[in-house]
């Protein structure tokens, strides 16, 4: 049997995992290969995957890279190279943290575990951004393994969120929030103690809530190459977000628009911190100064980076020409409009209250550039159609209860 020149190995099973298994079918044809912790349904409902392979310990630290090394050795002979693609930030933290056994194994282009965790831990990150001309907003941090109070001046509302999204996410409890929006001191404080509670001892970041509804978050996509050479780079403007406690930040509906100034700011920090790999920014705009401000840049694609692919330029075939090809690519600066959205047209109609925005939903819907990737035209898995029925009329039902 011949070899195929790359076989893509994605860890993950949720819709990002889902999102980059159809941009390597659509420009390729190829069947990846899917690792996962657990069964969802964007992943489990679809024939897109050549095979998933289920591990319950894949998030054990301990576990990752034998795991995976495993998984390397069952598909080695199927291709010239196994193309490693993590979807969430604890995949790619621990692809960075065993990158010496994994690289015997894999291609893959992630960065150095230093400037990851400079990245990741906030306070480091907002050093960087005001070194480098990034405005962020105004930023306090509370340690939740000291005994002391929080008194430093803040004027409210404030968004209280962890600083270790890895270690919130294990300490579980009644009135957990993904964010919070703090109207007082003493809600503050309520806040702060019932996070201690759980067991989380990092840091809470405290920080100025910058006005705006959903229409004021915006997103951009880079991806630098192997060598640190930026060769994408693209900027949106989130329509809705999810407004369920648990998932505030996870973009459902995104318009692509062209900011050079912003695009050329956020390439030029990715160079000057010798960044390699996809990055995901998300920002708001701050209406009182008329400037953009970064609350974070994960350290890969993001859920909904799909309308990057959307516009004609793959993100599979970025990983691919890079790390495959070798290929050197000038840097594009995606200029084009699509309507990237995983819920239905009711939703974005209903939901949204920017004129502005509701007038380029319409015209875009009728100009075809409606791209939702869950209905994905070749996969044609039988259980498939009524998930996602069910996960249209839900989403009406999300949005109409809750309100962020």
């Not at 050093?127 to 001309?133: N, V």
Request: hydrophobic share 35%; charged share 25%; proline share 4%.
């Amino acid at each position: 049997m011949k070899r195929q020149p790359f076989l893509p190995i994605i860890v993950g099973t949720d819709i990002n995992a889902y999102n980059m298994a159809i941009s390597f079918h659509e420009e390729y044809n190829i069947q990846p290969i899917l690792v996962g912790k657990g069964v969802l349904p964007f992943t489990n409902y679809s024939n897109i995957p050549q095979k998933i392979e289920y591990d319950e310990n894949l998030a054990d630290p301990e576990q990752f890279a034998n795991i995976l090394t495993n998984v390397a050795k069952k598909y080695k002979n199927k291709a010239n190279q196994l193309l490693l693609v993590g979807t969430n930030d604890l995949y790619v933290r621990l692809i960075v943290e065993n990158r010496d056994v994994l690289q015997e194994h894999f291609t893959f282009n992630y960065l150095n575990e230093q400037l990851m965790n400079d990245l990741q831990y906030k306070a480091n990150f907002y050093k960087l951004c005001e070194r480098y001309g990034i405005d962020a907003p105004t930023t306090k941090f509370y340690s939740c393994a000291s005994d002391e109070p929080f008194n430093e001046r803040m004027m409210f509302p404030v968004i209280v969120k962890p600083s270790n999204g890895i270690m919130y996410s294990k300490h579980k409890f009644t009135g957990q929030q993904k964010v919070y929006k703090v109207q007082d001191e003493a809600e503050l404080t309520r806040v702060i103690n019932m996070i201690r509670e759980s067991g989380y001892t990092d840091e809470l970041i405290i920080q100025d809530y910058i006005p705006g509804d959903d229409t004021a978050m915006w997103d951009s996509v880079v991806y630098m190459s192997s060598k640190g050479k930026p060769q994408l780079v693209s900027f949106g403007q989130v329509v809705l977000q999810e407004h369920t406690v648990t998932a505030i930040g996870n973009y459902t509906a995104v318009i692509s628009r062209y900011n050079e100034d912003m695009m050329k700011k956020l390439v030029g920090f990715l160079e000057a911190v010798g960044y390699v790999g996809f990055a995901n920014f998300d920002l708001k705009y701050d209406e009182r100064d008329g400037k953009f401000k970064v609350f974070e840049v994960n350290i890969r694609q993001g859920r909904s980076s799909y309308y990057v692919t959307a516009l004609g330029h793959n993100m599979a075939r970025y990983f691919v020409d890079d790390l495959i090809g070798n290929k050197v690519k000038d840097c594009t600066y995606l200029d084009g409009e699509v309507l990237f959205s995983v819920v239905p047209k009711i939703v974005l109609k209903k939901f949204v209250d920017d004129p502005q925005v509701k007038q380029d939903i319409q015209r875009l819907i009728k100009q075809k550039k409606l791209v939702n990737p869950l209905f994905y035209k070749k996969d044609k898995h039988f259980k498939r159609k009524l998930y996602l029925a069910m996960r249209q009329v839900n989403y009406y039902k999300k949005y109409k209860e809750n309100v962020w």
